[in-house]
């Protein structure tokens, strides 16, 4: 986790804070989910044993004010200029990291805390994160 995450975290109330998702965490060989200009679009009642269903789940149920499964550091941009938060918790690679630093660069509304957790199995498919400490900062 970043560095002092939680701590960063606390005070900003979970309305005005977002989550976004890496679309590697989908279960490639049964996932039902389709693109969408929004991102990864999850038929309603998915089953599946999924993290990002699990993360979704509960950032909507503590009243987080978006989620968004992204392909790409563009439409996650998009995303977080749209939506305007005051906090960003970020699940996301090496890569992406990287990648989301330079677009904060250019970042043009008032920046948002951004706090991320990195992924436990790396690739890009079939990722995993570690669910228990991702819960954990999203309700901290
Ligand atoms: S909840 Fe998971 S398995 Fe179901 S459509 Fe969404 S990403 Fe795919």
Redesign the pocket.
């Known amino acids: 986790m970043t560095e002092g995450g939680a701590e960063r975290l606390a005070g900003i109330p979970m309305g005005e804070r977002v989550l976004l998702l890496p679309h590697c965490l ?2 490639s060989q ?4 389709r693109p969408s200009r929004d991102g ?1 679009a ?2 309603t009642g ?1 089953t ?1 044993e ?1 993290s ?2 699990a993360l979704r789940e509960e950032a909507l149920c503590l009243g987080y004010k978006a989620v968004c ?1 992204a392909p790409g550091g563009a439409l996650a941009l998009r995303f977080v200029q749209d939506a305007a938060p005051r906090a960003v918790v970020a699940i996301a690679c090496a890569k992406e990291l990287r990648e989301g630093e330079d677009a904060a660069r250019a970042f043009s509304g008032a920046r948002p805390e951004v706090v991320v957790l990195a992924l436990s199995r790396d690739g890009c498919v079939d990722t995993e994160v570690n669910l228990e400490d991702a819960l954990r900062l999203l309700r901290s």
Not at 30 to 33: F, I, K, S
């Open positions: 989908r279960p049964a996932c039902p989910g990864l999850c038929p998915c599946v999924c990002i269903r499964v």
